[in-house]
């Protein structure tokens, strides 16, 4: 599957559609399941707190994960996404209600890198209640 945004009718300034991630505790298990990350510090509110966090945190990866699906539901096509890259600045708490915590991510187009290789780049801006949690939060696109 090729993406659906043609290269030539994306501008630098293009915003794509912003969307809403919610994780909560099950979603946790869930993600440890899959990946294989056991850490206590995203499931164990004790352990989280004895090493100096506030509570139980999301998945880094998990954060990561969520945040580029902006830009594949964008692009059409998880393929199109040819480098991806992220500074974890904060971690983003979850507690143990029914709300969770939310990420809310929103992008745009910063840059034409390549017309032959018909490759932009994508800043993301990742946040939970009003604090960036992913820093320098980068994907180079191959478009149609």
Known sequence: MAAKVSYDEVEVGTELPAQTFTVNRATLVAYAGASGDF?????????????????VIAHGMWTMASA??????WAGDPAAVVNYGVRFTKPVVVPNDD?????????????????????????????????????????????S
């Open 39 to 55: 850490n206590p510090i995203h499931w164990n509110e004790k352990f989280a707190k004895e090493v100096g966090l506030p509570d």
């Open 68 to 73: 580029i699906r902006v830009v594949t539901d």
């Open 99 to 143: 709300k969770g915590a939310v990420i809310e991510v929103s992008a745009k187009v910063a840059a034409k890198l390549d017309d032959e290789a018909r490759t932009v780049r994508v800043d993301l801006t990742v946040e939970n209640e009003g604090r960036k949690v992913l820093g320098m939060a980068r994907a180079v696109v191959r478009l």
